[in-house]
């Protein structure tokens, strides 16, 4: 597809259950990167994909939650034991590199409610 | 650090009036500064940036702003609003050195245009 693709676009859980989010990301984009948006809240930075480096993982909010890439194509979020809080928006974006002339495309998010 | 403060949550104009949306930035390094917009059940779409050089930027749909650094802001105008461009908006900033692919968002701002 032209754009970043997230599927599910929709996810009602139980709380205690884990939940798995995908990204395609645009064809030949070697970054990829996870935000978080819950309701009210600015985007919250949570994981970044470049190439085959390491990833940085730094705005992971706990140990539940976990990302992969293979390459530089489809990345998986998944979340463990899901909790209230965990409900929010969850963006994943692409962009060809890190360069500031490179135009950062999002998709149109996961919207995940933990019930 | 980095933060982002965008002044009001909701700003509502009538069709043909200014929009202004405020956009206060901090920044330990010069910054890049972004517009963000999302239209409802789409993904976030780049409006503008300011990376150096012009501080006035322009961007799609008629939109510009002007990066002023002993305010540090940015805030984003447009001389004459439309319906269509109902929408939320979001400013961000990136660190212009080191780990410079994250972005830092405000909350964001939801604008309404009545008729």
């Known amino acids: 597809g032209a754009g970043v693709s997230q599927s599910p676009s929709n996810k009602v859980t139980e709380k205690g259950k884990d939940v798995e989010l995908r990204c395609d990301p645009i064809?030949?984009?070697?970054?990829l990167y996870w935000y978080r948006q819950r309701l009210g809240q600015g985007l919250e930075f949570l994981i970044y994909f470049q190439g085959n480096s390491a990833p940085d993982k730094s705005g992971l909010p706990s140990d539940r939650f976990s990302a992969e890439r293979t390459g530089e194509s489809v990345s998986t979020l998944t979340i463990q034991r899901t909790q209230q809080e965990d409900s929010a928006v969850y963006l994943c974006?692409?962009?060809?590199?890190?360069?500031?002339?490179?135009?950062?495309?999002f998709g149109e998010g996961s919207w995940l409610t933990v019930v | 650090a980095q933060s982002v403060t965008q002044l009001g949550s909701h700003v509502s104009v009538s069709e043909g009036a200014l929009v202004l949306l405020r956009c206060n930035y901090s920044?330990?390094?010069?910054?890049?500064l972004f517009w963000y917009v999302q239209y409802p059940n789409q993904g976030l779409q780049l409006l503008l940036k300011y990376t150096t050089g012009a501080t006035l930027v322009k961007g799609i749909n008629g939109f510009e702003a002007e990066f002023k650094k002993s305010e540090t802001s940015f805030h984003l105008t447009k001389p004459s609003a439309h319906m269509s461009d109902a929408a939320e908006y979001f400013c961000?900033?990136?660190?212009?050195?080191?780990?410079?692919?994250?972005?830092?968002f405000g909350k964001g701002t939801l604008l309404t245009v009545n008729p």
């Open positions: 961000a900033v990136r660190r212009s050195g080191g780990s410079n692919y994250k972005l830092t």
């Open positions: 974006a692409s962009s060809l590199g890190t360069g500031i002339g490179n135009t950062i495309y």
């Open positions: 064809s030949g984009h070697t970054a």
């Open positions: 920044s330990s390094v010069p910054p890049y």
